[in-house]
C-alpha cells in the first residue's frame, strides 16, 4: 500500500475517535454548564476549541497527503485566522453577557473554518457567497455525509485485500493476493486487559495501606468512580451519536471530496449572474439619485438634531438616553437597505457604466454618514453614563457597517475583492469588543 494513503488512513482513525470524544463533551457541556462556574465553562470551550483546531489539522493533513488540495499561502493565512478566532471567542465567553451571542459565533467559525481550510468556498476564499458557503458547510456537506462514520468504522474492521507482487521461479511475475491476516480477538484482549486492571487496583490498594500518597490517589479514583453515573453517561451518549455524525460527515466529508462541486457551483452562478443583468442602467442610475437626493434632504432638514452629538450638545427636550435611542435603529437599518440596494444594483445592472458606479460610491459615502451620526450618538451617552454590554455592542455594529461602506466604495474605485478584509474586520473587532466589555462593563 502506498504510504501516504496508509498515514491517511491512520489520521482517518484518530479523527474517527476524535469524534466520539468531541461530540460526547459537546454534550456534556450543556447537560452539565449549569453545575460549572463560568470560569470551567470557558475552559471547556477553550478545549472543544482547540480540539476541533487538531481535528481540522488531520483532515488537511489527510487531504495533502491524498493529493486532493494543496491550499495557497493565502488560504492558509485566512485557516490560521479563523483557528485564532475561534480560540480567543471561546476565551471571551467568561463574560456573562457576551457568552450566549459569543457561543453562537464560534458554531459559525467551526463550519467556516472547516470550509477555509479544505478548500470548500465557493470561490476559493472569503466571498460575498458567505451565505451560501454556510449552506454548503451547514447543510449540504454534513448531510450528504451523515453514514461517513458507519462507513469508516466498517473499513477499519474490513480493509480490503491488498496486491502483492509475486516472483515465480522462471523469473516472471504475477499479481496475487497479501496473505490474510489473523482475526483480532477483541472480546479476549478486553477480558485479559480487564483481569490486568484488577491485578492493578489490588497493588494499589496494598500500597496505599503503607504510604499516604498511595492512598490519596485510591481515595481519588473511588471518588471519581462513584460520581460516574450510568443512567447520566446514557443520556449523553444517545443524543452524542448524532451529533458526532453530523460533525464528522463535516469534517471527514470536507477532506474526502475535493473542490470539484463547489468549482462547478461558482461556474454556474457565473453563469446566471451574466443574464441576471438585464435591467437598463439608465432606469438604475434614476433610482440610485433618487435615493441620494433624498438622503442630502434628509441631512439639510435634520442637520441641527442629527450632527448636535459631535459637539457634546443635546437637543432641547431630550436626554441622553432619549437622543441615543432616538433613530438609532432607524439609521442603521437605512444602511443596510442601502447594502442591500447596492448588492441588487451589481446584480442586475452593468459593471462597466461609470455613472451607476459614481451613483453607488455616493450612496455609500451617505451610508458612511449615517453609521457616523449613529455612532456619536452611542458616544455621547457612553461618556455620561458609561459602558454597557448593549451600548458597546451597537458602537461595534456601527462600526461595521462604516467599514463596509468604505471597503465598498474601495471596491467600486479600485475593483478590488474586499469582501474578505471586511469579513476579518468585523470578527477582528468582535473579539476586541468582547475583551473591552469584560474588562470594563
Same mark, same amino acid.
Given at each position: 500500500?502506498?504510504?501516504?494513503?496508509?498515514?491517511?488512513?491512520?489520521?482517518?482513525?484518530?479523527?474517527?475517535?476524535?469524534?466520539?470524544?468531541?461530540?460526547?463533551?459537546?454534550?456534556?457541556?450543556?447537560?452539565?454548564?449549569?453545575?460549572?462556574?463560568?470560569?470551567?465553562?470557558?475552559?471547556?470551550?477553550?478545549?472543544?476549541?482547540?480540539?476541533?483546531?487538531?481535528?481540522?489539522?488531520?483532515?488537511?493533513?489527510?487531504?495533502?497527503?491524498?493529493?486532493?488540495?494543496?491550499?495557497?499561502?493565502?488560504?492558509?493565512?485566512?485557516?490560521?485566522?479563523?483557528?485564532?478566532?475561534?480560540?480567543?471567542?471561546?476565551?471571551?465567553?467568561?463574560?456573562?453577557?457576551?457568552?450566549?451571542?459569543?457561543?453562537?459565533?464560534?458554531?459559525?467559525?467551526?463550519?467556516?473554518?472547516?470550509?477555509?481550510?479544505? =478548500?470548500? +468556498?465557493?470561490?476559493?476564499? @472569503?466571498? $460575498?457567497?458567505?451565505?451560501? &458557503?454556510?449552506?454548503?458547510?451547514?447543510? *449540504? #456537506?454534513?448531510?450528504?455525509?451523515?453514514?461517513?462514520?458507519?462507513?469508516?468504522?466498517?473499513?477499519?474492521?474490513?480493509?480490503?485485500?491488498?496486491?502483492?507482487?509475486?516472483?515465480?521461479?522462471?523469473?516472471?511475475?504475477?499479481?496475487?493476493?497479501?496473505?490474510?491476516?489473523?482475526?483480532?480477538?477483541?472480546?479476549?484482549?478486553?477480558?485479559?486487559?480487564?483481569?490486568?486492571?484488577?491485578?492493578?487496583?489490588?497493588?494499589?490498594?496494598?500500597?496505599?495501606?503503607?504510604?499516604?500518597?498511595?492512598?490519596?490517589?485510591?481515595?481519588?479514583?473511588?471518588?471519581?468512580?462513584?460520581?460516574?453515573?450510568?443512567?447520566?453517561?446514557?443520556?449523553?451518549?444517545?443524543?452524542?451519536?448524532?451529533?458526532?455524525?453530523?460533525?464528522?460527515?463535516?469534517?471527514?466529508?470536507?477532506?474526502?471530496?475535493?473542490?470539484?462541486?463547489?468549482?462547478?457551483?461558482? =461556474?454556474? +452562478?457565473?453563469?446566471?449572474? @451574466?443574464? $441576471?443583468?438585464?435591467?437598463? &442602467?439608465?432606469?438604475?442610475?434614476?433610482? *440610485? #439619485?433618487?435615493?441620494?437626493?433624498?438622503?442630502?434632504?434628509?441631512?439639510?432638514?435634520?442637520?441641527?438634531?442629527?450632527?448636535?452629538?459631535?459637539?457634546?450638545?443635546?437637543?432641547?427636550?431630550?436626554?441622553?438616553?432619549?437622543?441615543?435611542?432616538?433613530?438609532?435603529?432607524?439609521?442603521?437599518?437605512?444602511?443596510?437597505?442601502?447594502?442591500?440596494?447596492?448588492?441588487?444594483?451589481?446584480?442586475?445592472?452593468?459593471?462597466?457604466?461609470?455613472?451607476?458606479?459614481?451613483?453607488?460610491?455616493?450612496?455609500?459615502?451617505?451610508?458612511?454618514?449615517?453609521?457616523?451620526?449613529?455612532?456619536?450618538?452611542?458616544?455621547?451617552?457612553?461618556?455620561?453614563?458609561?459602558?454597557?454590554?448593549?451600548?458597546?455592542?451597537?458602537?461595534?455594529?456601527?462600526?461595521?457597517?462604516?467599514?463596509?461602506?468604505?471597503?465598498?466604495?474601495?471596491?467600486?474605485?479600485?475593483?478590488?475583492?474586499?469582501?474578505?478584509?471586511?469579513?476579518?474586520?468585523?470578527?477582528?473587532?468582535?473579539?476586541?469588543?468582547?475583551?473591552?466589555?469584560?474588562?470594563?462593563?
Amino acid at each position: 500500500m502506498n504510504t501516504n494513503v496508509k498515514q491517511a488512513g491512520q489520521l482517518k482513525k484518530l479523527c474517527l475517535g476524535l469524534s466520539y470524544a468531541f461530540s460526547y463533551a459537546y454534550i456534556s457541556l450543556f447537560i452539565d454548564t449549569f453545575g460549572f462556574n463560568s470560569l470551567a465553562v470557558t475552559g471547556f470551550l477553550t478545549a472543544l476549541s482547540l480540539g476541533a483546531i487538531v481535528w481540522l489539522e488531520l483532515s488537511m493533513k489527510q487531504q495533502q497527503l491524498l493529493g486532493k488540495y494543496m491550499p495557497t499561502r493565502f488560504q492558509k493565512c485566512e485557516t490560521r485566522f479563523w483557528e485564532v478566532i475561534l480560540v480567543l471567542l471561546s476565551l471571551s465567553t467568561f463574560s456573562g453577557d457576551m457568552k450566549a451571542l459569543s457561543l453562537f459565533f464560534m458554531h459559525i467559525v467551526v463550519i467556516y473554518m472547516v470550509l477555509s481550510g479544505t =478548500g470548500h +468556498l465557493l470561490s476559493g476564499r @472569503s466571498s $460575498c457567497l458567505l451565505p451560501l &458557503d454556510l449552506a454548503n458547510g451547514g447543510c *449540504l #456537506l454534513p448531510f450528504a455525509n451523515i453514514y461517513a462514520r458507519v462507513v469508516s468504522i466498517y473499513e477499519c474492521f474490513h480493509s480490503p485485500d491488498e496486491m502483492v507482487e509475486v516472483v515465480l521461479p522462471d523469473g516472471s511475475t504475477v499479481m496475487g493476493k497479501k496473505a490474510e491476516k489473523k482475526p483480532v480477538n477483541v472480546v479476549g484482549i478486553l477480558l485479559v486487559l480487564i483481569i490486568i486492571a484488577g491485578f492493578f487496583l489490588a497493588a494499589l490498594g496494598n500500597l496505599a495501606s503503607v504510604d499516604n500518597h498511595f492512598s490519596d490517589a485510591m481515595l481519588s479514583i473511588e471518588h471519581f468512580f462513584e460520581n460516574i453515573s450510568v443512567s447520566a453517561s446514557i443520556r449523553k451518549i444517545f443524543p452524542s451519536i448524532p451529533v458526532g455524525a453530523f460533525l464528522f460527515g463535516l469534517f471527514q466529508g470536507s477532506a474526502n471530496h475535493d473542490r470539484t462541486m463547489e468549482e462547478k457551483r461558482c =461556474g454556474l +452562478l457565473a453563469k446566471a449572474s @451574466s443574464k $441576471c443583468r438585464f435591467m437598463p &442602467d439608465a432606469l438604475l442610475s434614476l433610482v *440610485l #439619485l433618487l435615493f441620494s437626493v433624498m438622503y442630502i434632504m434628509f441631512f439639510v432638514s435634520q442637520a441641527s438634531y442629527m450632527f448636535s452629538a459631535f459637539a457634546g450638545v443635546l437637543p432641547e427636550s431630550f436626554t441622553a438616553s432619549e437622543y441615543a435611542v432616538s433613530g438609532f435603529h432607524e439609521l442603521i437599518n437605512v444602511v443596510l437597505i442601502n447594502f442591500a440596494l447596492l448588492a441588487t444594483v451589481r446584480i442586475f445592472g452593468s459593471h462597466e457604466n461609470k455613472k451607476l458606479r459614481s451613483l453607488s460610491v455616493i450612496l455609500m459615502g451617505e451610508s458612511m454618514m449615517f453609521a457616523t451620526i449613529s455612532a456619536s450618538k452611542i458616544i455621547l451617552y457612553m461618556s455620561r453614563f458609561g459602558y454597557t454590554f448593549s451600548r458597546t455592542l451597537g458602537l461595534w455594529g456601527t462600526s461595521v457597517v462604516f467599514v463596509g461602506s468604505v471597503l465598498a466604495i474601495v471596491h467600486l474605485l479600485k475593483e478590488k475583492k474586499t469582501f474578505a478584509p471586511w469579513l476579518w474586520y468585523s470578527a477582528g473587532s468582535y473579539v476586541v469588543m468582547a475583551f473591552i466589555t469584560w474588562c470594563f462593563v
